[in-house]
């Protein structure tokens, strides 16, 4: 028999006191009483047995449940770290996508700002030949009239 099914029969079994053992059998008191004294080391060792085997259960399942918390800390850990890679990854993609549309306004910016500064160019150009070709037409006509006068056309003043 197992030391488990021992430990069992015995625990399940009344317990024996020395005076009970004693008024059965007088003659064997000692005997009975070494017996007894056996049955219960027995029943101790038994029971230290199991009490050992129980701390090891005990101790596994501490273990088992330290490493299901590491797991789910390292599951978490993954996690949190892919989502802040991807936050990161959308951080950079929109700061990409800024910087793209800020490059394309300030591009359109400088084109308008060369077109204006390309009419004001070309309109103060325009003016300048206007103008001369005016003090040009003016300097004409003036010299004209004054071959005239000096030649003695009075109609022409």
């Known amino acids: 028999m197992k030391k488990q099914e021992q430990t069992e029969v015995a625990v399940n079994q009344p317990e024996e006191t020395a005076a009970d053992t004693a008024a059965e059998a007088p003659a064997d008191a000692p005997e009975l009483a070494g017996k007894y004294i056996a049955e219960l080391l027995s029943q101790a060792e038994n029971a230290y047995t199991m009490y050992r085997q ?13 490493e299901q918390m590491e797991k789910a800390f390292k599951a978490a850990e993954k996690q949190a770290a892919e989502a802040c890679n991807k936050a990161v990854e959308r951080a950079r993609k929109a700061r990409e996508q800024a ?19 390309d009419r004001a160019v070309a309109e103060a150009l325009r003016a300048r030949d206007e103008a001369t070709a005016d003090a040009w037409q003016k300097c004409t006509a003036a010299r004209e009239q004054a071959w005239r006068i000096f030649q003695g056309d009075r109609a022409a003043q």
């Open 54 to 66: 129980a701390q090891k259960e005990v101790g596994k399942g501490y273990k088992k449940q330290e």
């Open 99 to 117: 910087e793209r549309h800020a490059e394309e306004a300030y591009q359109k910016a400088l084109d308008r700002t060369r077109e204006e500064h």
